[in-house]
């Protein structure tokens, strides 16, 4: 399988609810994240979500601090019970970004 990341990703225990913005429509979806990036997420979920959907989520990091954050789908993969979902974050503030890089540096260091 070809690697096709542009940065890091790391192993993250979080649950994360989303709602994806389209014309006012509020729908909350429980999700499992499974490895996050300074640029992205993998997650799992029972609920179907649309590819180039964008969604917003509140993301608990490893501090217990929540990041507000929106991202859109570029990945789905149908799984037996669930789906395994790739989503880009858009527009995420540099400041965000850097405390999951900060996190994969402090996590690198451990191993």
Do not use: C
């Not at 029972?46 to 501090?63: D, S």
């Not at 850097?98 to 540096?105: H, L, S």
Request: charged share 30%; no cysteine; glycine share 8%.
């Amino acid at each position: 399988m070809n690697e096709r990341r542009k940065t890091k990703r790391s192993d993250l225990s979080s649950r994360l609810v989303i709602k994806r913005l389209d014309g006012g429509i509020v729908n909350e979806v429980a999700i499992e994240v499974i490895d996050v990036s300074k640029t992205g997420i993998g997650f799992i979920s029972t609920e179907a979500l649309a590819i180039g959907a964008v969604y917003e989520g509140f993301l608990t990091i490893w501090t217990k601090e929540v990041l507000h954050a929106f991202f859109e789908i570029v990945r789905i993969e149908k799984k037996e019970d669930y789906f395994e979902y790739g989503a880009i974050f858009i527009g995420m503030p540099e400041m965000e970004s850097n405390r999951i890089e900060v996190y994969q540096t402090i996590n690198d260091t451990k191993e």
